[in-house]
């Protein structure tokens, strides 16, 4: 079945169209009005059948096969790495574009990893497929770009408070249904997260590296953060948790540039750098939180001071929120679409 859309563009796939990100994928090429000429939606054979919504027709989802992409010009996949590497390949050679939001293709050297507002000179290099970062990373430094091209970054520290919904739309419904049993006195026995989510936080639900002692996700954030910065030399550290909240994530960041720099330089910066909100108000004591980054396209950022610990003057202390299934996730997959 075709759905035709009107004006001519691009023939676009979504491949995990059901999943968190899929329907904000499908809600940001809406709202931004995306030049497409077709929307296909593709999961599992679990949804076959299963209809949704965009610019007022229901459009069927399928099940996704190597057939999916003939005719295809853009591919976004956000499906989970194994998907990705299976059906990535079949996309490129159908003849599409792939955006990819897994893990499965971001430090392949050939393949780009982009946020547009930082790098989007390396999507000219493309080869078929480009990835879309990790959440956190996106995240946290969308608002250091300004700064590390000012007074380079040469040591980035970073804490996660990390929402369910990077673990996918089953994690959210594990959040909100122990939430409801622990305050009925019910016993939940968790399926989708390794411990207890409600009332309680975790280290982020990813394999230990046993030579570093780092889970998966904080090796993504450290290598990913040098790639799409193009600075191999950078010193950067994460700590990763899992916290319970349901779709925005926070960091808390500390950095040391290579010259001494003021929270009123770093707050000056902030105003004007793309993609980011200063919410820093130390008079009502508000700051980012993800209630407010829930939904809003850009990342909150405020407590910008200076780090006391840094006698040097060189470091600075700052909080960030953003909305992980937005610019965390589906929204800096459409703008690379949109650069493409
Ligand atoms: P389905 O809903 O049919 O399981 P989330 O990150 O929220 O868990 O969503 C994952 C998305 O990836 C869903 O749309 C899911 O479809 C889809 N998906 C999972 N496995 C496959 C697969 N083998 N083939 C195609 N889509 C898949």
């Not at 909100?176 to 207890?196: F, M, N």
Request: overall charge neutral.
């Amino acid at each position: 079945m075709s759905e035709g859309l009107g004006p001519p563009g691009a023939v676009v796939a979504i491949v995990g169209a059901t999943g968190a990100v899929g329907v904000e994928l499908i809600r940001c090429l809406e709202e931004r009005a995306f030049p497409l000429s077709e929307l296909r939606l593709f999961a599992s054979a679990r949804s076959a059948g299963k209809t949704l919504r965009f610019r007022g027709q229901a459009l069927a989802v399928r099940e996704l096969n190597e057939h999916s992409f003939s005719g295809v010009d853009i591919a976004l996949f956000s499906a989970g790495g194994s998907t990705s590497k299976r059906f990535a390949p079949i996309a490129v050679r159908a003849g599409a574009t792939v955006v990819d939001n897994s893990s499965a293709f971001r430090m392949d050297p050939t393949v780009p990893l982009v946020v547009p507002e930082i790098n989007p000179q390396t999507l000219r290099t493309h080869q078929g497929i480009i990835a879309n970062p990790n959440c956190c990373a996106i995240i946290a430094i969308t608002p250091l770009w300004p700064i590390h091209r000012t007074n380079r970054i040469r040591r980035l520290m970073l804490a996660t408070y990390q929402a369910a919904s990077g673990a996918g739309a089953a994690a959210m419904e594990e959040l909100l249904e122990s939430t409801r049993a622990y305050l009925d006195g019910r016993a939940y026995q968790h399926k989708v997260l390794p411990h207890p989510y409600a009332f309680n936080l975790f280290s982020h639900n990813t394999s230990i590296d046993p030579a570093t002692g780092y889970n998966d996700e904080e090796t993504k954030v450290i290598q990913e953060t040098r790639k799409i910065f193009g600075d191999a030399e950078m010193r950067v550290s994460a700590t990763c948790v899992r916290v319970p909240v349901l779709r925005a994530h926070s960091v808390a960041i500390t950095f040391e540039c290579e010259r001494p720099i003021t929270a009123a330089q770093v707050r000056d910066l902030m105003q004007t750098a793309p993609g980011v909100k200063l919410v820093d108000d130390a008079q009502r004591n508000y700051f980012p939180m993800p209630q407010d980054a829930s939904g809003q396209d850009p990342i909150l950022v405020g407590r910008i001071r200076q780090d006391l610990s840094d006698p040097g003057g060189r470091s600075i202390c700052l909080f960030v929120a953003g909305d992980q299934l937005l610019k965390g996730a589906a929204l800096n997959a459409v703008q690379i679409a949109e650069s493409l």
